[in-house]
């Protein structure tokens, strides 16, 4: 016998689970505590098997009807409605699977960056990306759809960020691929649409001129630790970052090793005082005996302190990443043609 509204509305068995019939295989199963679904027994490829139809009162008894009367089509094409349900709900959480959502995913698997590479990745996604395409879904992109913000970028004349979102695009949609999401990277065609900035080279010496540098370091008249720093610097050829955020704890005297860590606890209220190496990971320096010497003479300077490069000012704080310049332009070098901090390591090159 068919249910009526208000049988439906009434039925609370006070003991245990009851199923009361409406008719084509539908059933509404009630329990004590008063919840109710409607379920739809049917036979596929020789199994009986159930079908969920929703929950009483949301799914009322016209709407349960309906989602049978669908439910039995399908057999009749013989189509099996549970895996036509299944289907559908997979269809429906990948159209809900956005570029964003991918983005932050990809953002948080890399394990290895350090906190503040990774929140400046993000920010650039953010910035550049996300406005754009972050709401479209991963599968619906295509080449022309990612290359969008990225020559927006370009055309402002920002290259290298351009670039760089090349390349995060590239790697953002091959985790999708990796996770199953698509099958096909389309930011593989991206590569060569992005026009690449002109490297610039840093100020550095010829080699013939080294020993006039040298002569200059010995007669500077400054402040003793930085000289100590130039003399240093062309000893081990480390970044400026490197330099003036070293800390005593990172040097071996006894291996003769410097180790400088992927990142370096901040100092308060000094910043990018957390830089360590550049690839984020420890970078090994040899101490050649010399540069031990130089130490030794520095830690006479600065060995009570955290930092090997105490500010002029305050020990507390680092010596300026500027330092090394300003130290080059008072022996009477121009820093932006001739020389400059970062172009000892150009030297170490040649």
Same mark, same amino acid.
């Given at each position: ?156 004349? @920002? ?56 002569? @200059? ?57 957390? @830089? ?75």
């Amino acid at each position: 016998m068919a249910l009526s509204d208000v049988k439906v509305r009434s039925a609370k068995p006070e003991v245990k689970a009851c199923k009361l019939t409406d008719g084509d295989g539908m059933v509404l199963l009630a329990h004590p505590n008063g919840s109710k679904y409607w379920r739809l027994r049917y036979r596929f490829g020789g199994k009986e098997k159930m079908l969920a139809l929703g929950k009483y009162p949301e799914v009322s008894l016209a709407d349960a009807r309906a989602r049978r009367d669908e439910a039995r089509k399908l057999l009749a094409n013989g189509v099996d409605p549970s895996e036509n349900k299944k289907a559908f709900k997979v269809e429906q959480e990948q159209e809900a699977i956005t570029f964003e959502m991918v983005a932050r995913d990809w953002q948080a698997s890399n394990q290895k960056w350090s906190a503040s590479h990774s929140a400046r990745v993000l920010k650039s996604l953010e910035d550049n990306l996300f406005a754009a395409i972050g709401k479209r879904n991963i599968a619906e992109l295509k080449t022309r759809d990612l290359l969008v913000p990225i020559k927006a970028v370009e055309s402002s004349g @920002r290259l290298e960020v351009a670039a760089r979102l090349q390349q995060r695009t590239t790697a953002i949609m091959r985790f999708a691929v990796q996770s199953g999401l698509i099958d096909y990277n389309p930011a593989q065609e991206i590569a060569g649409a992005v026009a690449t900035a002109k490297r610039q080279h840093r100020a550095a010496l010829e080699l013939s001129r080294i020993p006039e540098l040298l002569h @200059r370091i010995d007669h500077y008249s400054g402040r003793p630790l930085t000289r100590l720093a130039l003399e240093l610097t062309l000893l081990v050829f480390i970044r400026s970052s490197e330099l003036c955020f070293a800390r005593w704890s990172e040097v071996d005297f006894e291996t003769a090793m410097w180790t400088i860590p992927g990142e370096r606890e901040p100092s308060e209220g000094v910043k990018h005082s957390q @830089r360590g190496s550049k690839m984020r990971t420890p970078h090994l320096v040899p101490l050649s005996r010399q540069a031990l010497g130089i130490l030794e003479k520095i830690k006479s300077m600065s060995g009570n302190r955290e930092l090997i490069f105490v500010g002029d000012h305050d020990p507390r704080k680092p010596m300026s990443e500027n330092t090394v310049n300003k130290a080059l332009r008072v022996m009477g070098y121009d820093t932006k043609v001739e020389v400059c901090g970062h172009g000892f390591r150009t030297m170490a090159c040649s």
